[in-house]
């Protein structure tokens, strides 16, 4: 992987720039730029899920889900051929709506990720919105009846919402497709307070996001990437 040069693919409920430069302050030897939004076509129907319960080789033909799912590494893949190939070795962050899945075989079922690191790296806007769960009491509150409008009213500021601006979540999980590479394929971090923090909830992920801090062990890998320049 050469790390020099990391595309951003932007999309509009994200203030592009302004990742590429949180980028740019962790990896400041690094080219970042912005591109507009990564074109594909119809060959992503391959990656789509339309059983959440079967993995992708048992997928039906045919079928109907209520909200589009895809397989996040068969999307990858196909993803993956429209980068050209002068470009194959670079970082590329495709920040799309599609919300992206992977079967986890110890529950035998799909889940939403906000993130699906490698190349390119793919960071669902729906996925940060449906995959880390909301407070308790949110549903709690939804269950025992209150409205969808007034159930967003009172835990305003504690979850993410489609249509709200997903920068700062968005930088935190481009940080975790970068460290993807850094970190040899393990970018999540448990430490609560870490930018790489692996957030089930969003309340967390808000939370982390908006202090924009490393734990000591990350930071420090961040610094000995710098000084060393590219290891691969
Ligand atoms: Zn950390």
Redesign the pocket.
């Known amino acids: 992987m050469d790390f020099r040069n990391v595309h951003i693919h932007s999309h509009v409920s994200v203030d592009a720039k302004e990742v590429a430069r949180e980028i740019a302050k962790v990896f400041p030897d690094r080219t970042v730029n912005v591109r507009s939004p990564f074109e594909y076509d119809g060959r992503i129907e391959h990656a789509r899920i339309l059983d959440a319960r079967q993995p992708f080789e048992k997928q039906p033909k045919r079928g109907d889900s209520m909200m589009p799912l895809y397989d996040g590494f068969w999307l990858q893949r196909i993803l993956a051929e429209s980068i050209p190939a002068a470009e194959c070795s670079h970082v590329h962050i495709v920040f799309t709506d599609l919300l992206t899945c992977t079967f986890n075989e110890d529950d035998w079922r799909y889940h939403g990720r906000a993130v699906v690191c490698g190349t390119p790296s793919i960071i669902s806007m729906t996925g940060i919105v449906e995959a880390p769960a909301k407070p308790k009491e949110f549903y709690l509150a939804g269950f025992g009846g209150m409205a969808a409008g007034s159930l967003k009213k009172k835990f305003v500021g504690r979850f993410i919402d489609y249509g709200d601006d997903m920068t700062a979540a968005a930088t935190a999980y481009a940080l975790q497709a970068l460290f993807f590479f850094v970190a040899d394929g393990d970018p999540f971090?448990s430490?609560k307070n870490?930018r790489?923090y692996n957030a089930h909830w969003q309340e967390e992920l808000l939370r982390m996001s908006k202090k924009g801090e490393?734990?000591q062990?990350?930071s420090q890998m961040a610094n000995k990437f710098n000084k060393n320049g590219s290891r691969h």
């Open positions: 971090c430490n870490c790489l490393f734990c062990r990350h």
